[in-house]
């Protein structure tokens, strides 16, 4: 089948990017709105599923694996989504580190979580393809683009009833392989408007900005990058949902300095904690709230696996369903939230505890949880923890995953130079509390000097 088709493909892909013309055909959308959280009733609790022809994303595919490679580098080293080798895990590392570090030496920070309204759909095609100019897109491939992102129309499918089509204006194509990379290229200049003192977080449209604050002066520092990125998204034409965008302090400081900032004529709203790409951050970078949180969810989702399942006998299958939906919720970006206090270890074992019982069907006291575990081949969500840390240090390390750990931890060099000794042993890290001596790139030092004791990590197999 493969052999039959590919030619056939192959001359059709090459002689659309030879004419620099995008099917019109591949550019009618269905969408299926699937409902998010609240009312059903109000549309924009829905998020929009578009569905588009499979040939087109073959090519889009094809075009992607090219351009990604000619624009990747040009790319900030803060934008964390869509991009190889990063994911929401760097990214809150990262940041993460960085605010704790300033915690640890009772320095006040100032987050901004920013929210754009419809991101991806507000893309202004015109300034887009400007953009595409300026990093070297040219000729034929330019008309590609152009004509990929113009004529597209879409229409909603609900229930297989369709709507007629309408025309897309706007925006890139939602559910396309391209589209996010073209996102990424529009929102990249976003950063060089941010004085140097202000950082910067970016996954995709997830933006936030913070600030070490010491003085009233820091805070009308940051009060003037919130002005600039306000002029960014106006000249954009993007708009922010400001009812949304929200400020967050980090301290410990009983009498931080508070200033109330503003977007555009919006005073933005103060949180005590705030959801962070799925995690849940609070204003003294403590896990606790996050971790309630998840061992909620997966005793509901456990609840009703027991609920709805009763008659699954096959612990495979079971097995296989805490995986996926109980476990999944427990382990998510688990490097940037592992605790070490133990009342917090000892509320997320007890929900495999649970877990291992449904599915082995074994009663209290039958059979013990170290029994349950070697029986499912499971290992206690502690170890789980640490073994996810060492591999993403290990990854970080050995350059499979794109985040200079340079930038977080040291090395011992015994006097010479890591090319002449590969030793990979690292520094044990001066923490003034116990918060910042809990974060992923310092609780790591010990566990990771440890393994390399008994183990060279060049011979690890990840």
Request: charge should be positive; proline fraction near 4%.
């Amino acid at each position: 089948m493969y052999t039959e088709i590919a030619p056939s493909l192959c001359t059709l892909f090459n002689h659309s990017l030879r004419i620099g013309r995008f099917p019109a055909e591949w550019k009618n959308a269905d969408v299926t709105p699937v409902h998010k959280k609240d009312n059903k009733e109000p549309a924009e609790n829905y998020r929009p599923i578009s569905l588009l022809p499979i040939v087109s994303k073959v090519m889009e595919r094809c075009v992607c694996n090219r351009f990604y490679s000619h624009v990747s580098h040009l790319i900030t080293s803060l934008q964390h989504g869509f991009m190889r080798n990063r994911s929401c895990v760097t990214q809150l590392l990262s940041v993460l580190h960085s605010i704790g570090k300033s915690l640890d030496q009772n320095t006040q920070t100032d987050i901004l979580y920013v929210d754009f309204a419809k991101a991806f759909d507000c893309v202004d095609h015109v300034i887009l393809i400007e953009k595409l100019k300026w990093y070297g897109v040219t000729g034929n491939l330019l008309n590609w683009f152009t004509d990929y992102l113009s004529d597209r129309s879409q229409r909603v499918v609900i229930e297989g009833v369709a709507s007629r089509y309408l025309p897309v204006t706007s925006g890139v194509p939602q559910g396309s392989i391209v589209g996010p990379l073209l996102f990424v290229i529009f929102i990249n200049d976003l950063p060089d408007i941010i004085q140097e003192q202000t950082r910067t977080g970016l996954f995709a449209d997830d933006t936030k900005l913070y600030r070490s604050v010491k003085s009233p002066s820091d805070c009308e520092s940051l009060q003037h990058d919130i002005s600039n990125l306000n002029n960014w998204s106006h000249n954009s034409n993007m708009k922010f949902n400001a009812s949304k965008c929200k400020v967050l302090t980090i301290t410990r400081k009983k009498s931080p300095v508070i200033t109330d900032y503003r977007l555009g004529n919006v005073i933005l709203h103060r949180a005590h904690q705030e959801k962070d790409l799925g995690i849940i951050v609070k204003s003294n970078l403590s896990w606790d709230s996050h971790i309630f949180s998840i061992v909620s969810k997966a005793n509901k989702m456990l609840g009703i696996l027991k609920r709805t399942c009763p008659l699954i006998r096959d612990t495979k299958v079971r097995r296989t369903l805490y995986l996926t939906l109980v476990k999944s919720k427990l382990c998510y970006a688990t490097e940037v939230w592992s605790p070490a206090n133990v009342k917090l270890q000892v509320a997320l074992e007890r929900v495999q505890r649970r877990a291992t019982r449904w599915i082995l069907k074994s009663k209290v006291g039958e059979m013990s949880y170290e029994d349950r575990l070697k029986t499912l081949n499971l290992l206690p969500l502690t170890y789980d923890r640490e073994i996810r840390d060492l591999i993403l240090v290990y990854k970080c390390i050995f350059g499979h995953t794109d985040l200079n750990i340079e930038h977080f931890v040291s090395f011992i060099h015994h006097n010479r130079t890591r090319t002449q000794n590969p030793s990979l042993l690292l520094k044990s890290p001066y923490c003034r509390t116990s918060t910042f001596q809990g974060s992923f790139f310092n609780r790591i030092v010990k566990t990771w000097n440890n393994v390399g004791k008994i183990a060279s990590p060049e011979k690890f197999a990840v």
